[in-house]
């Protein structure tokens, strides 16, 4: 028996762009597309009662932001998450829905397989954010966030060093694969460190632990 199809909801203000993704997305045997959103309000209330896998989100739009409506969805404890679409990807509405709990996020202008996939993988669990963008991104905004003094948060005091030096890496962009090279281990290893610091930073993914990083001032913009 095959696997039950990816519950998605579409959410975008403009009506034609909706409609363009459901023509994209619908016609993909393995995602079933639940319902449309016109904007966060709306998202909110519709994830709350369809409990969609995965919330594709707008992140400009009236009433309430995507980056409001990421926040309600992740508060709410759903078991939905949320991939965000944007015109611009260094924008700090993007750092906002990662902050808030998004799992990653694409550029509206983004071929329809990268879409698809992407979707797929915010399914099975993962993040979707190019590293490098991501480290740019919060790169650029951590410094109006600098924490108030330089000792260790408390938040990481619970990994091991090379947790935390796996850490470091993540959040300057390197694929596991890089970080491997970095330390001279396997690439499995650095999957079983990136598994347990995820596990004890109570973060669902390695875009949140990135998230973390900076916040926290574990790494620094231009460190």
């Given at each position: 028996m095959s696997e039950r199809p990816i519950r998605l909801l579409l959410v975008d203000d403009q009506q034609l762009l909706r409609a363009g993704f459901k023509m994209v997305l619908g016609a993909e045997p393995d995602i079933d597309i639940v319902g449309e959103a016109s904007d966060g309000v709306e998202a909110f209330e519709l994830t709350r009662r369809l409990v969609p896998d995965v919330v594709l989100m707008d992140i400009r739009m009236p009433r309430r932001d995507g980056v409001a409506a990421t926040s309600d969805i992740v508060e709410?404890?759903?078991?939905?998450?949320?991939?965000v679409l944007t015109t611009f990807d260094l924008d700090e509405y993007v750092v906002g829905a990662l902050r808030a709990g998004a799992?990653?996020?694409?550029?509206?202008?983004?071929?329809a397989a990268d879409l698809v996939e992407a979707i797929r993988t915010v399914h099975r669990g993962g993040a979707v954010v190019a590293p490098h963008i991501l480290s740019t991104l919060l790169g650029r905004f951590a410094e109006h966030h600098r924490p108030e003094n330089d000792g260790t948060p408390a938040v990481l005091e619970a990994l091991t060093a090379r947790e935390r030096e796996v850490l470091m890496l993540l959040a300057k962009g390197l694929t596991n694969a890089e970080i491997a090279d970095s330390l001279t281990v396997g690439e499995t290893?650095?999957?079983?460190?990136?598994g347990h610091l995820l596990t004890k930073l109570g973060v669902r993914d390695r875009v949140q632990a990135v998230v973390l990083a900076y916040e926290s001032g574990l790494v620094r913009p231009g460190q």
């Amino acid at each position: 028996m095959s696997e039950r199809p990816i519950r998605l909801l579409l959410v975008d203000d403009q009506q034609l762009l909706r409609a363009g993704f459901k023509m994209v997305l619908g016609a993909e045997p393995d995602i079933d597309i639940v319902g449309e959103a016109s904007d966060g309000v709306e998202a909110f209330e519709l994830t709350r009662r369809l409990v969609p896998d995965v919330v594709l989100m707008d992140i400009r739009m009236p009433r309430r932001d995507g980056v409001a409506a990421t926040s309600d969805i992740v508060e709410a404890s759903l078991k939905t998450r949320v991939l965000v679409l944007t015109t611009f990807d260094l924008d700090e509405y993007v750092v906002g829905a990662l902050r808030a709990g998004a799992a990653g996020f694409l550029t509206k202008d983004a071929p329809a397989a990268d879409l698809v996939e992407a979707i797929r993988t915010v399914h099975r669990g993962g993040a979707v954010v190019a590293p490098h963008i991501l480290s740019t991104l919060l790169g650029r905004f951590a410094e109006h966030h600098r924490p108030e003094n330089d000792g260790t948060p408390a938040v990481l005091e619970a990994l091991t060093a090379r947790e935390r030096e796996v850490l470091m890496l993540l959040a300057k962009g390197l694929t596991n694969a890089e970080i491997a090279d970095s330390l001279t281990v396997g690439e499995t290893t650095v999957k079983t460190h990136v598994g347990h610091l995820l596990t004890k930073l109570g973060v669902r993914d390695r875009v949140q632990a990135v998230v973390l990083a900076y916040e926290s001032g574990l790494v620094r913009p231009g460190q």
